[in-house]
Structures are given as structure tokens and as C-alpha cells.
């Protein structure tokens, strides 16, 4: 009797999820950048908003939350309804996060659902023109020359670009001054200014402004050098051989979200990362897509976690250094 109850209780509580995906979507649903306006996640945010919006018949709302490093936002989608109302649209950050903030509210692997890597793209250093640095071997020697002088800017503490930095200047022992932006937006606006000299962000996030020649690429954190800049040299091959760190942006929900919604978000947004105009907006940001399956993006968050947080117990990186 007691196993009956129960096999009518599964019966129907996914009675109840085919029910409510069918009706789904019948209100507006929300996407949480947990970045400022102005960066690469809130422009991705931005770019599917009208295709999903045309394809789903309702509102899609890009609600910016930053804040620790995508921490607040992300924190605010893990506690949403699992309604199908709520997204969370994530930068590389978020593999870094559970490694570098102590007690967060919710588990980075446990408390979202992974719906799609969208794309990755390789991070790029950069110098202002006004400053004479010509390649990033020639930061490394300044830097050895006069520790702690050379300042470089990045989204956050704690970003992707933050740690690269560190696993750098720990590999070539020498000691680099990090200055923390609070997102993309901001850390453009400085760097363009001149307000700090060297900055290293996805490579998505400065393509306009290497192309304008308002920035100069001095240094590229792909295994190889990248099509769009075949002239500028590796990390690997300047400073540190095998080096390796990309930029990904990635989207999840809440957990316990129904399934068949999650498989209709993913299959739209497959749909809009195909359209000829969003293609060629990404490749202009050099966002290479990959569009993985929920599971391959739940492999590789996992994989990033632990590769990060060696790097951040290896390094002694502490949130807001």
C-alpha cells in the first residue's frame, strides 16, 4: 500500500510538471546578468533577449545584479522559484566563485540547473597606446625590475583574468599590482582612459577597441595564437609554456526547474545562436560558440571548480586582493 502511495505521488507530481511546461510560458521571464551593464555577459543577455522574446511570445527581461564577482546575481537566480520564469546567465567567474568567497548562500554545482556553455573566447592583455610597453614579456620584465609598480585591471577580484595573473606572476616570481574593476563596463572605460595601464579581459570584451587602436594587444591567453590577432603572441609563448585560460559565458536556472522547460529554453536558444546576424555579432566579439548539451556544461563547470581552486590555494588569492 505504502509503495502504491508513493508511485501515485510520481505520478503526480510529473503530471503536474507535463501540465505546467504546456502552459509554459505564460508570463515574463527574467534573465540575471550578475554583471553591470556594458560587459560581455549583459551584451550576450542582450543579444538573445529579442530572438527568445520572438520565439517564446512573451517578455524576457535582462535584470543586471552585480556584485562579488557574478556572486549576488548568481545567489539571487539559486534561491528564484523554479519556475521557469528565472535564468541566470553566468561568466567564467562563476567557476572561480566557490573557491575564493567564503560561506556563499547556495552551491555553485548543486543549486542551479545547467542548461548551455554558450561560447568561450580567449582572454587578451592589452596597454593603453600611450604606454610603451610593446608586448607582455617586456610587462614581466619591468614588473621583475620593480616589484609590485605595474598595474593591471581586470572585471574583478576573483575573475577569471585575476587568477591567470596570478598563476603568471607566480610561475615567473614576480609581483604585479592588481586593480579590481566592478565588470567589463567599467574596466573599458579605464582602460581606454589611460586610468591603468595594462588590463587583460576576454578578448569578446576588447575587439572593438584593439580594432579602433584605442587598446593594443600585447598578449594572448589561448594555446595559440588567434585568428583575429596573429600577430600578437601567446602567454605560453612569451612568458609561461603551456599556459592556458579562456573566457566562457554559460546558462543555468534554478534547480528543480521542470525539465521540459529547460529542454525548450535550450532548444530556443540553439535556434537564436544560429541566426546569420547573432553569428556574426559573436564572431565580431570573437565568441566562439559551442552550445553544449546541459551535460557536457555540468562536466565542464565541474572540471573548472577544481581547476580554479588549486589556483587559488596554490596562489594564497584571497577575495578582494
Known amino acids: 500500500m505504502r509503495a502504491l502511495q508513493l508511485l501515485f505521488g510520481v505520478v503526480v507530481l510529473f503530471a503536474g510538471m507535463a501540465v505546467h511546461a504546456q502552459s509554459w510560458p505564460a508570463q515574463p521571464i527574467r534573465i540575471i546578468v550578475p554583471f553591470p551593464p556594458g560587459g560581455t555577459t549583459d551584451q550576450v543577455a542582450r543579444l538573445l533577449q529579442p530572438y527568445l522574446q520572438q520565439a517564446l511570445g512573451v517578455s524576457v527581461v535582462v535584470d543586471n545584479r552585480g556584485g562579488a564577482s557574478g556572486a549576488i546575481g548568481s545567489g539571487v537566480a539559486a534561491k528564484s522559484a523554479p519556475d521557469g520564469y528565472t535564468y541566470l546567465l553566468v561568466f567564467d567567474t562563476h567557476g572561480v566563485n566557490p573557491s575564493l568567497i567564503p560561506n556563499m548562500p547556495f552551491d555553485t554545482l548543486k543549486d542551479l540547473a545547467p542548461i548551455m556553455l554558450i561560447g568561450k573566447s580567449p582572454m587578451v592583455i592589452t596597454a593603453h597606446p600611450s604606454f610603451p610597453y610593446k608586448t607582455f614579456g617586456e610587462v614581466v620584465r619591468l614588473a621583475k625590475a620593480k616589484p609590485g609598480e605595474v598595474t593591471f585591471g581586470t572585471i574583478?577580484?576573483?575573475?577569471?583574468?585575476?587568477?591567470?595573473?596570478?598563476?603568471?606572476?607566480?610561475?615567473?616570481?614576480?609581483?604585479?599590482?592588481?586593480?579590481?574593476?566592478?565588470?567589463?563596463?567599467?574596466?573599458?572605460?579605464?582602460?581606454?582612459?589611460?586610468?591603468?595601464?595594462?588590463?587583460?579581459?576576454?578578448?569578446?570584451?576588447?575587439?572593438?577597441?584593439?580594432?579602433?587602436?584605442?587598446?593594443?594587444?600585447?598578449?594572448?591567453?589561448?594555446?595559440?595564437?588567434?585568428?583575429?590577432?596573429?600577430?600578437?603572441?601567446?602567454?605560453?609563448?612569451?612568458?609561461?609554456?603551456?599556459?592556458?585560460?579562456?573566457?566562457?559565458?554559460?546558462?543555468?536556472?534554478?534547480?528543480?526547474?521542470?525539465?521540459?522547460?529547460?529542454?525548450?529554453?535550450?532548444?530556443?536558444?540553439?535556434?537564436?545562436?544560429?541566426?546569420?546576424?547573432?553569428?556574426?555579432?559573436?564572431?565580431?566579439?570573437?565568441?566562439?560558440?559551442?552550445?553544449?548539451?546541459?551535460?557536457?556544461?555540468?562536466?565542464?563547470?565541474?572540471?573548472?571548480?577544481?581547476?580554479?581552486?588549486?589556483?587559488?590555494?596554490?596562489?594564497?588569492?584571497?577575495?578582494?586582493?
Open 156 to 321: 574583478g577580484s576573483g575573475s577569471l583574468a585575476h587568477l591567470a595573473m596570478a598563476m603568471i606572476g607566480g610561475y615567473a616570481k614576480v609581483e604585479m599590482t592588481h586593480i579590481p574593476y566592478k565588470g567589463g563596463g567599467p574596466l573599458i572605460i579605464n582602460a581606454i582612459g589611460g586610468h591603468v595601464p595594462v588590463a587583460i579581459a576576454s578578448l569578446a570584451l576588447f575587439s572593438p577597441h584593439i580594432d579602433s587602436k584605442r587598446l593594443k594587444a600585447i598578449g594572448i591567453t589561448s594555446p595559440k595564437r588567434h585568428p583575429r590577432l596573429p600577430d600578437v603572441p601567446t602567454v605560453a609563448e612569451q612568458v609561461m609554456p603551456g599556459f592556458d585560460a579562456e573566457a566562457w559565458w554559460g546558462l543555468l536556472a534554478p534547480v528543480n526547474t521542470p525539465a521540459p522547460i529547460l529542454g525548450r529554453m535550450h532548444a530556443e536558444v540553439v535556434k537564436a545562436l544560429k541566426a546569420p546576424a547573432l553569428q556574426q555579432h559573436l564572431d565580431q566579439q570573437a565568441l566562439a560558440v559551442t552550445a553544449s548539451s546541459p551535460e557536457e556544461f555540468q562536466k565542464f563547470l565541474t572540471n573548472e571548480v577544481e581547476r580554479w581552486s588549486r589556483v587559488v590555494r596554490d596562489n594564497k588569492i584571497k577575495a578582494g586582493e
